[in-house]
């Protein structure tokens, strides 16, 4: 059987120790996950946890040691930035339990869930989705993934972002409002999980905007720092 057109190439990331890489099936964010993240946004930071997704594609692979280069999106003067660890799944399933869910991890890797600040809080004042503002081309700029057995302690580790040299974001994975066992446990409800997705695991506190020709430099303690410059 062919295509009537050749189709999109797979989306795939590189694995730390490995010549293989790995494809990218979907990518599912975490929305408000950390109380002083969502205090900030005008929330409790006491709600279920909630879900939105970026097109696979939507990843920016920035290598170690290197700098991606994210084009300044269209249509936004308030483009923010949130660090976050992010899960690689390398097996699915339906109705995971969180005392399951660590089997069901392949690695972990550093992104930035970037964010189109302006069109989201329209959206949310007219009740309108949230694609424009999450899930737009290049949104999520990603670094190679490190197989979850030579993490380290990722539940216990600091997560920070740097913009220009100065920190904006500084925080512990263990302040997730639902940790990464929670979040598979609650997201394999919604859907079938399959390997090969990702899950942007939320964002702390301290988002804000940058500008064309800042330079964020993130990371998650155990994992390579993630390094992007607006251009
Ligand atoms: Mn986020």
Known sequence: ???????????????????SLFPVHRIYCVGRNYAE???EMGFSGREAPFFF????????????????EMPYPTLTKDLHHEI??????????????????????????VGLDMTRRDLQAEAKKQGRPWDIAKSFDLSAPITAI?????AGDINNAAIWLDVNGARRQSSEVTKLIWNIAETIEALSQ????Q?????????????????????????????????????
Do not use: C, Q
């Open 1 to 19: 059987m062919s295509y009537v057109f050749n189709p999109a190439p797979v989306a795939a990331i590189p694995v730390v120790g490995s010549e």
């Open 37 to 39: 993240h969502a205090k």
């Open 53 to 68: 997704m970026k097109p696979a594609d939507a990843v920016l692979v920035v290598n170690d040691g290197a700098t991606g």
């Open 84 to 109: 976050e660890l992010v899960v690689a799944l390398g097996k699915g399933g339906r109705n995971i339990k969180a005392e399951d869910a660590a089997s069901h991890i392949f690695g972990y890797a």
């Open 146 to 150: 490190v197989p979850a057995a030579r």
């Open 190 to 193: 919604a859907w079938e999980l």
């Open 195 to 231: 390997a090969g997705d990702l899950i942007f695991s939320g964002t702390p506190e301290g988002v804000a905007a940058v500008s064309r020709g800042d330079v964020l430099e993130g990371g998650v303690a155990g994992l390579p720092p993630l390094r992007v410059k607006l251009v």
